[in-house]
């Protein structure tokens, strides 16, 4: 592993999260070596609970990369949890507003710095009933186009576990939790052509298939196709009635 250069926020936050990490988990991580040891990189895992950030986080972290996570900009005024979020460079983003441009910046950046991004690509916990990843939103393909910067699949299975987002339920015991990386998403054929609709749909297609798969090789069953979150039905006057 390469050795990093943490600033002391950074090293404040590793000796803050490691210990919760070695106490409630059991760790199998996998393939290491698919992260690249330098240079921009986006990294997009499936999300199966609110937990699971931390258990990413402590994988990247121990194959030598610092991780830098969007969030959602709502998190950044909690106190003390904003004032850490910032210290340790994760990226706060804005969704439907034009502060939305300013986050795309952001990331454009951290990929030029050589950072390692994270971003979730369903945007929430999925919300299938055996914890399948859903079909993704576009941002990581977007950012891919405009940067060049390889996509990395990220799979985790366990942290479900100790929270589950089907039932809200906490169990803080000892968890054995899985994560592989695996190579690069081929998005060769889209290099240069212009960001439409269609051509970010495809991109994020191909990304969110490699994770499924990715997913379904550490649970050890055939993966099924890609889930549609369910739409929410606008409430009527009879609905209120």
């Keep these: 592993m ?16 490691l210990p919760v990490m070695t106490v409630l988990t059991k760790k199998t991580w996998l393939h290491h070596e698919r992260i690249p040891a330098t240079g921009g990189v986006i990294l997009v895992p499936n999300h199966v609970s609110h937990f699971d950030p931390l258990v ?8 030598g990369r610092w991780p830098r996570f969007l969030g959602k900009a709502s998190v950044w005024k909690v106190p003390v949890i904003g004032f850490l979020l910032n210290k340790t460079r994760q990226i706060p983003v804005e969704r439907g507003s034009v502060d939305a ?7 454009i950046e951290a990929l030029r710095e050589g950072g390692a991004v ?3 690509p369903e945007g929430t ?34 942290a479900q576990e100790i929270f589950d987002p089907r039932t809200n339920r906490l169990r803080l015991r000892r968890t054995h939790v899985t994560v592989t990386a695996g190579p690069p998403v081929d998005l060769r054929r889209w290099a240069g052509v212009e960001p439409t609709r269609a051509v970010l ?33 606008a409430s009527t006057s009879e609905d209120a009635s």
């Design 2 to 17: 390469a050795q990093l250069k943490l600033g002391f926020w950074q090293r404040v936050a590793v000796m803050l999260v």
């Design 118 to 120: 994270v971003i979730y």
């Design 56 to 63: 990413i986080a402590h994988y990247i972290y121990r194959s």
């Design 125 to 158: 916990t999925t919300k299938h009933p055996d914890l399948w990843p859903m079909r993704g939103k576009t941002g990581a393909a977007r950012l891919a186009l405009l940067t060049g910067a390889p996509v990395v699949p990220i799979a985790n299975w366990g």
């Design 101 to 107: 441009v300013k986050s795309l910046d952001s990331l």
């Design 201 to 233: 749909d495809e991109m994020t297609e191909a990304i969110m298939l490699d994770v499924r798969d990715l997913l379904g090789e550490i649970r050890d069953g055939e993966a099924p196709a890609l889930y549609e979150r369910p739409v929410r039905r």
